[in-house]
């Protein structure tokens, strides 16, 4: 079955750094766009990155252009998002997603937050 992984989530000062990772199994992980996700409390979910299967190309929401950077992994299963100069509204927990077979599938997701 479909399996997302995420970890790297942690208490981190504004202006800090943080890497996310996720990783995928259950699937052909290198034939599927990934995706992060985050949602703070109170708020929906909000879109974070998105790459394409070879990893060629990569999109942001506008809140983290700039500062964040998705990569992945084919031969690990795994996506990443390095997270750059933090701030305190980045506070939430991250997913990551994949589409398959007409369902999204989401990992558990882990927590960032970011305090002084």
């Known amino acids: 079955q479909v399996q997302l992984v995420e970890s790297g989530g942690d208490l981190v000062q504004p202006g800090g750094s943080l890497k996310l990772s996720c990783a995928g199994s259950?699937?052909?992980?290198?034939?599927?766009?990934m995706r992060w996700y985050r949602q703070a409390p109170g708020k929906e979910r909000e879109f974070v990155a998105w790459?394409?299967?070879?990893?060629?190309?990569?999109f942001y929401g506008d809140s983290v252009k700039g500062r964040f950077t998705i990569s992945r992994d084919n031969a690990k299963n795994t996506v990443y998002l390095q997270m750059n100069s933090l701030k305190l509204d980045d506070t939430a927990a991250y997913y990551c997603?994949?589409?398959?077979?007409?369902?999204?599938?989401w990992g558990q997701g882990t927590q960032v937050t970011v305090s002084s």
């Open positions: 997603k994949v589409h398959v077979s007409g369902v999204d599938f």
């Open positions: 790459i394409t299967p070879p990893g060629s190309s990569t």
């Open positions: 259950g699937f052909p992980f290198n034939k599927y766009d």
